[in-house]
Every structure is written in structure tokens, then in C-alpha cells.
């Protein structure tokens, strides 16, 4: 099994930062942590869970939503089991639940989009942000 424990959430005013940070332990830790993509997602109660961003295994791609893209910065350290979320000039309508997953071993250095490219899945951190 997979465990991921994201950590950072909470309530911010518009045009502030947050950093997310998302912990893997079990069979996603140690040296096989290192061929497991990684992607952050969010939802919002009584919407579909999106998209946000994703990194491969090497760090070598990451691919973010349009939504997103230019404000958030997806990163990972591999010795640390850990995947990072930096998310700068943030506005009300980035309000939402923000889940870490993960998927693995893989054969290649992909990044993955879709909620059904994913095995295992965090219990998620709330990100609030006042207008």
C-alpha cells in the first residue's frame, strides 16, 4: 500500500502564497519513491475533482492547468518521499480541497492528467482564499 499525508493548507487573502507539501510512506517510499508520478488536484463540494498539476518521476516534466499555470509551481525531492505545491497570487475562485496522488512503479518518465491515471490518494488539505 501507498499512504501520502499532504500538510500546508489553510486560509489566505487574495494575492497570497501558499506551499503545499504531500509526504509518501509504504510502498511509495525509499528508493521506489523515485519511479511514482505525482499530481496535485482540487475539488470543490459538489464539483468533479480537477486537475492541477502533475510531475514525473525525474522532475524532467511537469504540466500544470491553464488555471493555474504561471502562479503554481510543482517541484519534488526524492529523498525526502515528498512532493511540493507553490502556490503564488492566489485567488477565491483556487478555494477548494487540494488532494495529492500518486501512481507506480512506472516505466516512464510520464506525467499524468487524469483522475484515472491514479492509484493511491491523499485525504486532502483545504485551501481557503478570501476575496
Known amino acids: 500500500q501507498v499512504q501520502l499525508i499532504e500538510s500546508g493548507g489553510g486560509t489566505v487573502q487574495a494575492g497570497g502564497s501558499l506551499r503545499l507539501s504531500c509526504e509518501a510512506s509504504g510502498r511509495a517510499s525509499g528508493r521506489t519513491f523515485a519511479s511514482y508520478a505525482m499530481g496535485w488536484f482540487r475539488q470543490d463540494p459538489g464539483k468533479e475533482r480537477e486537475f492541477v498539476a502533475t510531475?514525473?518521476?525525474?522532475?524532467?516534466?511537469?504540466y500544470y492547468a491553464d488555471s493555474v499555470k504561471g502562479r503554481f509551481t510543482i517541484a519534488r525531492d526524492n529523498a525526502k518521499n515528498t512532493v511540493y505545491l507553490q502556490m503564488n497570487s492566489l485567488k477565491p475562485e483556487d478555494t477548494a480541497v487540494y488532494y495529492c496522488?500518486?501512481?507506480?512503479?512506472?516505466?516512464?518518465?510520464?506525467?499524468?492528467?487524469?483522475?484515472?491515471?491514479?492509484?493511491?490518494w491523499g485525504q486532502g488539505t483545504r485551501v481557503t482564499v478570501s476575496s
Open positions: 510531475i514525473s518521476w525525474s522532475s524532467k516534466s511537469t
Open positions: 496522488a500518486t501512481v507506480g512503479p512506472l516505466l516512464f518518465d510520464a506525467t499524468l492528467k487524469t483522475v484515472d491515471d491514479y492509484d493511491y
